[in-house]
């Protein structure tokens, strides 16, 4: 079973609307992250957000804020007021903690959201 | 305070010939995490370091990867005898703490001719 599920292969949204990319995930452990990356065209991969199993409130971000819903076991990326900028390849992404070697456990990742901005 | 540096960014092999990345990490950051990108697909890990350890190997091919990070010097992935499906983007990233997140380097680009 996949880990991580990204059901919107593409995307295309209105300059200046909200944008909520989708990500659910699968795991069995207590403890463990979630991390949304954006890769532009130009290939690098920007950290955005994180969210921790035992945070009680949404991450936030300056305009990206976390939908986080533990029991639905998803954590949706919402970008506000959109920019051509924000024009990327979204990755949903999770760590899970286990064992001694807590915390550095290996990120698995989605297949990604391509998010494209319309002027 | 640097980010994670790779190099080089772009790296041109012909088949049977021998493939070096190489990749610095943070400082202050002693882990280290290879990942490959498929063209128009997500990152797959593949082995997961720390200094003169390899930790988690279970994403690299048995046969012509390996990876290092020695006590002093970047980390290494090395390709032996690359074939044409090899060409991808191979990042680096390095983290410290619990709740840190990866941070990535940009890449590098190996196209296998």
């Known amino acids: 079973a996949q880990k991580i599920t990204q059901t919107q292969p593409g995307m295309f949204v209105q300059e200046k609307e909200a944008v909520t990319l989708d990500c659910t995930y699968d795991?069995?452990?207590?403890?463990?992250?979630l991390f949304w990356y954006k890769q532009p065209s130009s290939g690098e991969m920007i950290f955005l957000i994180y969210q921790g199993s035992y945070d009680e409130q949404n991450a936030t971000e300056g305009r990206y804020s976390l939908n986080f819903q533990k029991a639905r076991k998803s954590a949706n990326l919402v970008i506000s007021a959109s920019q051509l900028g924000d024009s990327a390849m979204y990755f949903c992404?999770?760590?899970?903690?286990?064992?001694?070697?807590?915390?550095?456990?290996?990120?698995?990742f989605g297949t990604g959201t391509r998010l494209t901005i319309i002027p | 305070n640097a980010g994670v540096m790779q190099n080089p960014r772009h790296l041109v092999r012909r088949r049977g010939q021998e493939a070096r990345l190489r990749c610095s990490p943070m400082k202050g950051h002693s882990h280290v995490y290879w990942y490959r990108q498929l063209p128009e697909e997500g990152l797959k890990f593949m082995v997961y370091?720390?200094?003169?350890?390899?930790?988690?190997e279970s994403g690299m091919p048995k046969e012509r990867f390996s990876a290092e990070f020695p006590k002093e010097g970047p980390s290494i992935l090395r390709i032996q005898q690359v074939v044409r499906g090899d060409s991808a983007a191979y990042f680096c990233?390095?983290?410290?703490?619990?709740?840190?997140?990866?941070?990535f380097g940009n890449g590098t680009r190996l196209t296998v001719t």
């Open positions: 992404a999770m760590r899970e903690w286990k064992g001694d070697n807590f915390g550095n456990e290996k990120l698995t």
């Open positions: 990233a390095s983290s410290t703490t619990v709740s840190s997140p990866l941070h």
């Open positions: 795991t069995s452990d207590q403890s463990y992250g």
């Open positions: 370091l720390q200094k003169e350890n390899i930790i988690d």
